[in-house]
């Protein structure tokens, strides 16, 4: 099945610096990806969709210079979290779904835990 | 319009027992009503999904009831069992376009052993 992978796991970073999480769908190719932010005990909230070759379209409320998201290549969409500060810690994950097939449904990454102190 | 309603938000089922989760969604435009798990620390992985043509499919314990005319659909979990205890999402969307989950606010299922 469809495998995407996430990376990294965790992270710790100070406050002010920038962090860069990667979204690979590894065994298919994505046009789309999104990426999601997740607090504890709550359902998953979409932060924006990132599109191969094009700028992402955020939700309202999502601070589009705060959250930048690059979709350069067919397997591969980074979230970059600029300037963090400690209300930025989150559990933030990515979706995308192989377009090729009859499939719906989307694969998520296994989640990247940030802590920002 | 976009709303997908989940409930309970916390169950307790006996290992063997029956566990039932419900949603309810309001746009009729939705062609598309997966099911997520998600475990402690991890990304939701799907479960089973269902396309508003059938009432019911099942992947073996588990089964997901489509009521189209009612707008609702529920996961029922067959002898339920203490891996299953986790986090479960149901989620709504449409199939064309650039199509986004609406996902319920989750119900969190313990399995007691």
């Known amino acids: 099945g469809a495998v995407v992978s996430q990376h990294p796991s965790r992270v710790i970073c100070k406050s002010g610096t920038s962090v860069k999480i990667e979204c690979r769908s590894l065994?298919?190719?994505?046009?789309?990806m999104f990426w999601y932010r997740q607090f504890p005990k709550q359902s998953l909230m979409l932060m924006a969709t990132s599109n191969e070759g094009s700028k992402a379209t955020y939700e309202q409320g999502v601070e589009k210079d705060k959250f930048l998201i690059n979709h350069a290549s067919l397997t591969l969409s980074t979230l970059t979290v600029t300037s963090a500060h400690p209300e930025d810690s989150s559990f933030y994950i990515c979706s995308a779904r192989d377009s090729r097939g009859p499939n719906y449904g989307y694969t998520f990454g296994s989640g990247t835990r940030l802590t920002v102190v | 319009q976009q709303q997908v309603k989940q409930s309970p938000q916390s169950l307790i089922v006996q290992k063997g027992g029956i566990s039932i989760i419900n949603c309810a969604y309001e746009n009729t435009a939705f062609d598309y009503f997966p099911w997520y798990q998600q475990f402690p620390g991890k990304g939701p992985a799907l479960l089973i999904a269902i396309r508003p043509d059938v009432s019911e499919k099942k992947e073996g314990r588990f089964t997901i009831s489509f009521n189209k005319s009612a707008k609702q659909f529920s996961l029922h979990i067959m002898d339920s069992q203490p891996g299953d205890s986790a986090t479960y999402f149901c989620?709504?969307?449409?199939?064309?376009?650039?199509?986004?989950?609406?996902f319920g606010t989750g119900t969190r299922l313990k399995v007691l052993a």
């Open positions: 065994d298919f190719q994505a046009t789309t």
């Open positions: 989620a709504a969307s449409k199939t064309s376009g650039t199509y986004k989950y609406i």
